[in-house]
């Protein structure tokens, strides 16, 4: 083997082992902007996005990550994830009129087109990549949750699990990545049958198991993610019936984001735990 060909081996190799690492060594800014997000925090966040996209204009996780508090922020004014996940109808999500805020959607979309063409300057880049699977998950959520255009939204997921995939498969460590996987199976597995086989003929993935697998693989490694995985997986156990499971994560997320009442809503609705009394 020659050297020159040797190089070029070790090169690709450690440009993989890589990858993950340049995704997660992102300054402590996003972990910031992500925390105030959850903690429907709003303003502050997009000041912490703004300031880390001055600071790192090239990354297009700045303004991915600026779309992303505009689109929790229309989550929380339009009460969606109450009424859209916690809910009994079996299909998460329903056709309940929405006014959406026209200015925040041209905020959101104008700071998805700047991802998506900060990522196009360097689409082999941990962040790049990264930041590409995250604006497809967000403009999926958006068409699904608030514009009601479903087959639009589904089309995205896929596409976004496939995004996903490419970048796992460099890296399989990429845990926030995971969610895309595990959102598009357990979202589509609570479908009909007959549906969910059409779903599958249209190259979407419907593995219920698989979906809770890799939605708790971001929710104990992801870095960005987590706290959503961790919504889904408190949804997926109160739909099955499972409220201690549902309790205990509810009950972390209220702690730590303490400002959101979501939360603590849905662990009023909980039934009181029962057991014996210590006399």
């Given at each position: 083997?020659?050297?020159?060909?040797?190089?070029?081996?070790?090169?690709?190799?450690?440009?993989?082992?890589?990858?993950?690492?340049?995704a997660?060594?992102?300054?402590?800014?996003?972990?910031?902007?992500?925390?105030?997000?959850?903690?429907?925090?709003?303003?502050?966040?997009?000041?912490?996005?703004?300031?880390?996209?001055?600071?790192?204009?090239?990354?297009?996780?700045?303004?991915?990550?600026?779309?992303?508090?505009y689109?929790?922020?229309?989550?929380?004014?339009?009460?969606?994830?109450?009424?859209?996940f916690?809910?009994?109808?079996r299909?998460?999500?329903?056709d309940?009129?929405?006014?959406?805020?026209?200015?925040?959607?041209?905020?959101?979309?104008?700071?998805?087109?700047?991802?998506?063409r900060?990522?196009?300057?360097?689409?082999?880049?941990?962040?790049a990549?990264?930041?590409?699977?995250?604006?497809?998950?967000?403009?999926?959520?958006?068409?699904?949750?608030?514009?009601?255009?479903?087959?639009?939204?589904?089309?995205?997921?896929?596409?976004?699990?496939?995004?996903?995939?490419?970048?796992?498969?460099?890296?399989?460590?990429?845990?926030?990545?995971?969610?895309?996987?595990?959102?598009?199976?357990?979202?589509?597995?609570?479908?009909?049958?007959?549906?969910?086989?059409?779903?599958?003929?249209?190259?979407?993935?419907?593995?219920?198991?698989?979906?809770?697998?890799?939605?708790?693989?971001?929710?104990?490694?992801?870095?960005?993610?987590?706290?959503?995985?961790?919504?889904?997986?408190?949804?997926?156990?109160?739909?099955?019936?499972?409220?201690?499971?549902?309790?205990?994560?509810?009950?972390?997320?209220?702690?730590?984001?303490?400002?959101?009442?979501?939360?603590?809503?849905?662990?009023?609705?909980?039934p009181?735990?029962?057991?014996?009394?210590?006399?």
């Amino acid at each position: 083997m020659s050297a020159f060909i040797f190089n070029r081996m070790i090169s690709r190799l450690s440009a993989v082992v890589l990858i993950c690492a340049a995704a997660h060594a992102s300054p402590a800014l996003l972990d910031q902007g992500y925390r105030q997000m959850y903690d429907l925090r709003f303003p502050e966040a997009h000041q912490t996005f703004a300031e880390y996209q001055r600071q790192h204009p090239e990354d297009p996780l700045g303004p991915v990550s600026d779309a992303a508090a505009y689109l929790f922020s229309e989550f929380d004014r339009l009460h969606i994830l109450q009424s859209e996940f916690f809910t009994q109808d079996r299909h998460f999500i329903t056709d309940r009129k929405l006014a959406p805020d026209p200015e925040l959607k041209r905020k959101f979309e104008a700071a998805l087109e700047a991802g998506r063409r900060l990522s196009a300057r360097t689409p082999g880049d941990a962040n790049a990549m990264f930041a590409v699977v995250l604006a497809g998950g967000l403009h999926g959520d958006y068409l699904a949750l608030i514009d009601k255009r479903y087959a639009a939204a589904f089309q995205e997921m896929k596409a976004g699990r496939q995004q996903a995939e490419r970048l796992l498969a460099a890296d399989p460590q990429c845990y926030d990545a995971w969610i895309a996987v595990g959102v598009e199976n357990y979202m589509l597995s609570v479908k009909a049958a007959p549906v969910r086989w059409l779903l599958r003929l249209a190259g979407g993935e419907t593995d219920r198991a698989v979906g809770l697998r890799k939605l708790r693989l971001t929710a104990e490694k992801g870095r960005y993610l987590a706290p959503f995985a961790k919504l889904l997986l408190a949804v997926a156990a109160l739909r099955d019936n499972d409220a201690a499971q549902a309790r205990q994560i509810l009950d972390g997320l209220s702690r730590e984001y303490p400002h959101n009442p979501l939360y603590a809503l849905e662990l009023a609705k909980l039934p009181p735990v029962t057991g014996v009394v210590v006399r």
